[in-house]
């Protein structure tokens, strides 16, 4: 982890360190190792990049002097304080196992012929093939990466995936001898029970990679050919962002800041899984003066680390599900809550009574449209005036990947967008919110219809309308809205009696 010492200067841990090769690449080894600094990462920017190094003495001018000697004149070198005694063994790493996966995987099939195949992996190219995977799925922006061993004869192999931008793409398909290296040196990293392969497991583990902390949640499950594993990619760096950030049209940022200036109230996201609904809840809730508040959380886990918030994961184990969570943070003097779902009657009330006595609520329900998710609130609370009157507004999304601008969407793609066509993606929201009228309209248990026109006429533009509006802006395309919402119905996942006949109507 980073820490601040106390004369200010970053520090790090060097074991966490995975090696970057482009920063290895500025400083020849006989240097560093003279020098004694680790090079830790390469910050690009147009021309003039930053060299972060490991020292153990951050604040030597003669360190600095000699350093800037040694590095090409369009890099200049930043310092971090790191342990002196993990200094030889991080430059044992950093200049040995700067390979690619290709690498690892010819050197592999070396060793193969020394063995004649069938061993397993032996630890040291385990190791550099994991950290090269990880290394790689940093590289191409994989939230998730998956090791499927295929069948248990030897020649299916293993096939590992990564998911970028939503959708998964197969990376590389290793050969079945890697396999047990591959799944120990994961188990090992995330402190799973490596002799046990029947059940299902799950650990995390910490990485410094490409100038990061990259948090990796591992989880395995046993299949009927060896177990699978999944790898959740939580770069902090990626996921924090600010509601400028989230590039959302003016209209609606303008109805975000008026629902963040009320005292009270319940904000609602939906979407699916992966939909980015964590992101937008950040978002709002870093747009909130939180040296006056006192901003909680309660999440399953929490995904985003923020030292601005107090952020609790619910875990089962110890008793701490939504329910009794939210009963003792409510007397933690709490100005605003947010929590990861609302799933039962219970905890929906808790919030609607927190909301009563002057909070600020921010969660998720798990709905496909804005109407949907009032229609699962009001399964779960019983008092239909109740939940009107305290519901401020309910946002639907959903994430949707964008034309890459290198190539243009080009058929054949390119290196920018790893042949997809597509890079990165931007988020759509539907925001309905609550006013008198709706309140009253829902209250009366108006029509669908009725309520859709009525919020229509106030502004509130569905899902679909969001994403044409992207297509227009030449930055989607018509086949990708339709892979994320589905055509020609949209508002039609729901099964509640609002989000029905809204779908229903013509
Ligand atoms: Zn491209």
């Known amino acids: 982890m980073n820490h601040v010492r106390t004369d200010g200067a970053a520090s790090m841990s060097l074991s966490q360190l995975v090696p970057d090769t482009h920063a290895a690449a500025c400083l020849t080894e006989p240097t560093a190792r003279r020098l004694n600094v680790v090079p830790l990462y390469l910050l ?16 030597s001018d003669s360190l600095k002097e000699r350093l800037a000697r040694q590095l090409p004149d369009t890099v200049r070198a930043q310092f971090l304080h790191v342990d002196a005694r993990a200094i030889p063994d991080a430059l044992n790493r950093c200049y040995k196992t700067l390979m690619s996966v290709d690498d690892v995987l010819a050197c592999c099939s070396v060793t193969d012929q020394q063995q004649q195949g069938g061993e397993p992996l032996l630890p040291d190219v385990a190791i550099s093939l994991v950290e090269a995977l990880l290394q790689e799925a940093c590289r191409h922006r994989a939230s998730d ?51 046990e392969t029947r059940h299902p497991q799950d650990g995390q583990f910490v990485l410094w990679i490409a100038g990061h902390h990259v948090d990796f949640r591992v989880s395995s499950f046993p299949t009927i050919v060896g177990e699978n594993l999944v790898l959740r990619v939580m770069n902090p760096q990626s996921s924090l962002a600010s509601l400028e950030q989230l590039k959302l049209p003016a209209t609606t940022v303008r109805q975000f800041d008026n629902i963040l200036a009320r005292p009270e109230g319940m904000v609602i996201v939906c979407g699916p899984t992966g939909s980015g609904k964590t992101t937008t809840l950040y978002a709002l809730l870093n747009e909130l003066d939180e040296s006056s508040l006192n901003i909680m959380t309660l999440e399953d886990p929490v995904e985003i680390r923020s030292t601005s918030f107090r952020q609790t994961s619910i875990d089962p184990d110890r008793a701490l599900d939504y329910a009794h969570g939210l009963r003792a943070m409510l007397r933690q003097d709490p100005d605003v809550l947010m929590i990861g779902e609302v799933r039962d009657s219970e905890s929906c009330h808790m919030l609607l009574r927190a909301v009563m006595t002057g909070h600020r609520v921010f969660s998720t329900v798990h709905a496909n449209s804005a109407l949907g998710a009032i229609d699962r609130l009001l399964e779960l609370s019983i008092q239909r005036s ?12 959903r994430l949707v990947r964008l034309t890459c601008k290198h190539c243009s969407g080009q058929q054949a793609g390119c290196a920018n967008c790893k042949g997809t066509g597509y890079f990165g993606r931007r988020v759509i929201i539907e925001l309905l919110i609550m006013d008198a009228q709706l309140a009253a309209l829902l209250n009366s248990g108006a029509s669908a219809l009725q309520v859709n026109e009525y919020a229509v006429s106030t502004g509130f533009k569905p899902l679909h309308e969001q994403g044409l509006d992207l297509i227009r802006q030449g930055l989607t395309t018509a086949e990708e809205l339709q892979r994320v919402l589905g055509m020609p119905e949209v508002a039609g996942e729901s099964s509640g009696p609002v989000a029905d006949a809204v779908s229903s109507s013509p």
């Not at 920017?45 to 604040?59: C, E, F, H, K």
């Open 44 to 59: 690009r920017n147009n021309g003039l990049d930053t060299l972060i190094v490991g020292s153990s003495q951050p604040d």
């Open 145 to 195: 990466i998956h090791v499927s061993p295929l069948s248990v004869s030897d020649d299916a192999g293993v096939l590992v995936r990564f998911r970028i931008d939503g959708v998964l793409k197969p990376f590389v398909t290793l050969r079945s001898g890697l396999y047990s290296g591959l799944l120990v040196r994961i188990k090992i990293l995330a402190d799973i029970d490596i002799a």
């Open 386 to 397: 109740m939940l009107v009157t305290h519901l401020a507004a309910v946002a639907s999304q």
